[in-house]
């Protein structure tokens, strides 16, 4: 049974799910946001959470502790959320497999329950690489600089996507107001 014991000492183990720990703790509702606002479906965002915090956890000693951690999560997510709808694109869906969830979730509860989903719908609308600019500036007050370091563009590829993502967001809400004022009259 040697070979079941632990390969690293237990204290460099520990203090690295500690600390691995804490930031899980802190930012845990911050990525259910974000890979939301990424368009994962209600019964995907735990498992995509979970894939997210692995991949913190194994590369948790190459990652700059000094820096936050906000600007890795979301680049992590964004290309689990990415990898995710490739895999989606190559299964066949059966029907009726499992009911959506509807639970309130946390920008529900902080804005009108309409306007989170007039958003959310407009958000969908919008391709995944324009969409992940727009959310990471725009929602989440991330810098340009910042953007095009941690989804591996140029500053001038962020300002285009970023541009041309708040123009099909704009259309979306615009083409969703109409849409929803022809059926309430």
């Keep these: ?36 606002r990424l368009g994962a479906t209600p019964r995907d965002i735990e498992d995509l959470a979970h894939e997210v915090f692995l991949i913190l956890y194994r590369n948790w000693p190459t990652l700059d502790s000094t820096r936050t951690f906000r600007p890795y999560l979301f680049a992590v997510a964004f290309r689990v959320v990415c990898a995710h709808r490739r895999r989606r694109r190559r299964e066949i869906p059966y029907a009726d497999v499992e009911a959506p969830d509807a639970a309130i979730g946390p920008e529900e509860s902080l804005q009108s329950q309409e306007s989170a989903h007039l958003l959310t719908a407009a958000l969908d609308t919008v391709p995944l690489p324009r969409r992940a600019v727009v959310i990471m500036h725009d929602l989440d007050g991330f810098s340009i600089v910042e953007i095009a370091t941690r989804l591996s563009l140029t500053r001038f590829g962020v300002y285009a996507r970023l541009r041309k993502g708040r123009s099909e967001l704009a259309s979306a809400v615009r083409r969703l107001l109409r849409g929803r004022g022809r059926t309430k009259t």
């Design 1 to 36: 049974m040697g070979y079941l014991r632990p390969v690293r000492s237990v204290p460099v183990e520990a203090e690295l799910e500690s600390t691995c720990l804490g930031v899980y703790e802190r930012e845990l509702d911050y990525l259910f946001e974000t890979l939301q």
